[in-house]
């Protein structure tokens, strides 16, 4: 959360400490806060703290502060009279990271509380019934929740009930809660609450931008007349502008990994203590170069490196918030499941191999640097497809940077080398598929027929170390709509990988007429009749909204979304289909 000390800010909280409960009063001056933000100093100023609002702010600016000191207070009003047993305040959140960061910061804010104010997190990633558990039989006045999991259990028509006496409902991000990926399950959401009409619920929604195309659910959640605050300044320069933009252009997406050992490399010699997030395109990517720079692979050595994708289970990702939060220096290599509204502190440096999903998701990523007034910088490693990024997007200060020199580039390529060697080659298979279906979804970006989507992807692989393409599996070349294609190689066997030496550039398989006319054998039925006894080990259904609402929380879904299985699939709706290794793309 936001430092108040560098929050820009002069009015202190000291002055509202007559209108906020004395107990939320006695956290905040624990929590060593000082002198509010623009918007905690506008939301706390508000007359009435039960009405609706609906605030603009920019993102790192304490706006979790901001909606719940007065909510908390109003609720914290009604002393003995409230029911603990049931939700008062609810908030929304569209990632469990976010939901998470929320939860820890009302605790900390409730700490004084007697009695005390249990703050319960709905969130995917963990078991549903462990969670249902501790719902039903807990007191969670305070609940805080993502889409995908609040809209499943609220089909519970017990649960339902524990939402009957709600006094707030917060929606945080509001205009990526509202927009055309999370529409449906807001709906489903608000027609599972009291109706706001006859209950008279308090609606806020807090968000950095508010696009007019949601205006048509916000009768749902705020009143006819309600309080409308911005502490956005528009003649000011977005936060995106402010921060040093650079791109090192590379000869081949095989070259981006040496060239990211090599920009590393220079920051930890610069300042031992820098701290950085490199964003990756997808769940795969993140996880295979987290093992190729980390105790793995060991291009990074003796240097703390952290991942965080959808791959990760619910307890994983939490566990490595915290500690990079708490971090004094370590790289986290990252889809974009912590794109936007993730609060790292100190982030000197974002880096971003290849191309975002759009020019939004560019500003989203590099506002996780230069935040509550302090400085950092973009740098985006691109090969010439991707370059079209840059000239599509003249809107952004992005300079063109020059390489490292060239024993440098050696003595990076060889690092990466070596460390690719200790990665399993199943991971580098994935990623290699990943790429694969990537590309294609980013076609009207990069101009990419789906011929050279493979040559693309096949430069890929060679940069992973593979003398040729992995094999794929027949089928899910037909699910990708590479049915055909020249260039890829039909398979189930382990792929061979280059073992030392230099990089071999890849060889293009047979003719499409040799390699796709591969059948895959006769189906063994009583492996099937089998394989139909066996406990079913497909994810219950809350775990799959929670995986698609944590994909749109990667991007809009206008945009392609973040497979779960890494960097694949496109447009439209997921197939689930097994890839090497037994994991879905």
């Not at 039960?50 to 605030?55: F, I, K, S, Y």
């Amino acid at each position: 959360m936001l430092d108040p000390s560098a929050a820009n800010g002069t009015v202190a909280f000291s002055t509202v400490a007559d209108r906020v409960h004395p107990a939320l009063v006695k956290a905040i001056d624990t929590m060593g806060y000082t002198a509010m933000s623009p918007v905690q100093e506008q939301t706390l100023g508000m007359p009435d703290y039960t009405a609706d609002c609906l605030v603009q702010a920019k993102t790192g600016t304490g706006k979790t502060i901001a909606f719940l000191v007065p909510a908390l207070t109003s609720m914290l009003s009604m002393g003995k009279s409230i029911d603990r047993s049931q939700v008062s305040l609810l908030v929304v959140a569209p990632t469990r990271e976010l939901a998470q960061q929320i939860a820890t910061e009302c605790e900390k804010l409730t700490v004084h509380c007697v009695p005390p104010i249990e703050c319960h997190v709905i969130v995917g990633g963990n078991s549903r019934d462990a969670m249902l558990k501790r719902f039903m039989s807990g007191r969670p006045t305070v609940t805080v929740a993502t889409p995908g999991r609040l809209e499943d259990i609220l089909s519970d028509a017990s649960v339902r009930e524990r939402f009957a006496n709600i006094r707030t409902l917060v929606l945080d991000e509001a205009d990526r809660m509202l927009d055309e990926g999370f529409l449906p399950a807001i709906q489903k959401i608000l027609k599972s609450l009291p109706p706001k009409k006859t209950a008279g619920w308090q609606g806020m929604c807090f968000s950095a931008t508010m696009p007019p195309e949601v205006n048509h659910i916000l009768h749902h959640v705020l009143k006819p007349g309600h309080a409308r605050i911005s502490t956005i300044d528009h003649n000011e320069a977005p936060t995106v502008d402010k921060v040093p933009q650079t791109v090192i252009p590379v000869d081949s997406i095989a070259d981006t990994l040496p060239t990211l050992h090599g920009l590393l490399s220079v920051e930890r010699m610069a300042d031992a203590n820098f701290k950085a997030i490199v964003f990756c395109s997808t769940a795969k990517e993140a996880a295979l170069n987290y093992q190729v720079f980390g105790s793995v692979g060991g291009a990074l050595p003796n240097f703390p490196v952290w991942q965080m994708h959808s791959r990760m289970s619910q307890p994983q990702r939490t566990r490595t918030v915290e500690e990079f939060k708490k971090a004094q220096r370590g790289v986290l290599f990252a889809s974009d499941v912590v794109g936007r509204g993730m609060d790292f502190p100190d982030i000197g440096l974002v880096v971003q191999c290849g191309l975002t999903t759009d020019s939004d998701q560019y500003v989203h990523r590099v506002g996780r640097t230069g935040r509550a007034g302090k400085g950092g910088r973009a740098v985006m490693i691109m090969d010439p497809y991707e370059m079209n990024f840059v000239k599509k997007n003249p809107q952004f200060p992005i300079k063109t940077a020059q390489l490292d020199p060239k024993a440098a580039q050696v003595k990076s390529a060889e690092a990466i080398e070596n460390a690719l060697a200790k990665v399993p080659v199943e991971l580098k298979t994935s990623a290699y598929i990943a790429f694969l279906g990537f590309g294609q979804s980013l076609a009207r970006v990069t101009r990419l027929d789906k011929a050279a989507a493979v040559r693309w992807a096949n430069e890929y692989a060679a940069g992973l170390g593979f003398e040729e393409p992995p094999p794929i599996e027949g089928r899910i070349i037909g699910k990708m709509g590479f049915k055909g294609v020249p260039g890829l190689k039909v398979g189930a066997n382990k792929p061979k990988a280059a073992v030392g030496g230099r990089q071999k550039q890849v060889k293009d398989a047979p003719p499409a007429s040799a390699t796709t006319a591969a059948r895959p054998p006769p189906r063994d039925r009583t492996a099937k009749a089998a394989a139909a006894a066996a406990p079913s080990t497909r994810p219950p259904k809350a775990a799959r909204l929670e995986t698609r609402a944590d994909n749109r929380a990667a991007g809009k879904n206008k945009a392609p979304v973040e497979p779960s299985g890494g960097r694949g699939g496109g447009r439209g709706k997921k197939q689930k289909v097994a890839v090497p290794g037994g994991e879905e793309w």
